[in-house]
């Protein structure tokens, strides 16, 4: 078990906090953590007809345009305990789709060696098209639907990279394939 001897914030914005962490190891010998703390976030997978609703924009840490599902988290964090809302809330703004039926497919940890968030998955199915309300952040955002061979050209071609884009696309096999 490791004990925590000290923690420390080192920095904050709006968006997230980092600290530093003194640790002991089971065996007593000192050690260090850094540590990420943002809030958990919601992704939805729409899928309708077989096909898979995504969203492409620019990651400024990566420096790159990427194909994801939707996603996103409150700015300020007023809900921590609704996910299922924060997951319509970021359906309805950066698709503009609203689905009749969400399932929740389960929980990721994001990176856990070194951030405290989480991803509450979620299936959106039964939709129904309506007008995008992106944050001014999202204004070039694209959008597109994706077959399952649209979707293994997109991964393999690295045009999906996102580490929750695919887990979540893993969950969704998971769900696919219960008999239940």
Same mark, same amino acid.
């Given at each position: 078990?490791?004990?925590? $001897?000290?923690?420390?914030? *080192?920095?904050?914005?709006?968006?997230?906090?980092?600290?530093?962490?003194?640790?002991?190891?089971?065996?007593?010998?000192?050690?260090?953590?850094? *540590? *990420?703390?943002?809030?958990?976030?919601? @992704?939805? $997978?729409?899928? /309708?007809?077989?096909?898979?609703? @995504?969203?492409?924009?620019?990651?400024?840490?990566?420096?790159?345009?990427?194909?994801?599902?939707? /996603?996103?988290?409150?700015?300020?964090?007023?809900?921590?305990?609704?996910?299922?809302?924060?997951?319509?809330?970021?359906?309805?703004?950066?698709?503009?789709?609203?689905?009749?039926?969400?399932?929740?497919?389960?929980?990721?940890?994001?990176?856990?060696?070194?951030?405290?968030?989480?991803?509450?998955?979620?299936?959106?199915?039964?939709?129904?098209?309506?007008?995008?309300?992106?944050?001014?952040?999202?204004?070039?955002?694209?959008?597109?639907?994706?077959?399952?061979?649209?979707?293994?050209?997109?991964?393999?071609?690295?045009?999906?990279?996102?580490?929750?884009?695919?887990?979540?696309?893993?969950?969704?096999?998971?769900?696919?394939?219960?008999?239940?």
């Amino acid at each position: 078990m490791i004990r925590t $001897v000290r923690s420390r914030e *080192v920095y904050r914005n709006p968006w997230m906090s980092v600290r530093e962490d003194d640790i002991e190891h089971a065996d007593g010998s000192p050690g260090r953590y850094g *540590v *990420v703390d943002k809030p958990d976030y919601a @992704l939805v $997978v729409p899928r /309708q007809d077989g096909r898979v609703h @995504l969203v492409e924009q620019y990651r400024y840490p990566v420096g790159g345009r990427y194909w994801e599902f939707p /996603q996103g988290s409150w700015a300020d964090a007023r809900h921590p305990d609704a996910p299922l809302e924060l997951a319509r809330t970021e359906l309805r703004e950066e698709t503009g789709l609203r689905a009749a039926r969400m399932t929740y497919l389960g929980r990721l940890h994001v990176a856990y060696g070194y951030a405290s968030q989480g991803c509450h998955v979620f299936l959106a199915e039964d939709l129904t098209a309506g007008t995008p309300r992106r944050e001014p952040t999202e204004a070039d955002m694209r959008q597109r639907w994706a077959d399952p061979a649209q979707w293994r050209d997109l991964v393999r071609s690295g045009r999906i990279t996102d580490a929750a884009t695919l887990a979540a696309h893993a969950l969704l096999g998971l769900h696919a394939a219960d008999p239940a």
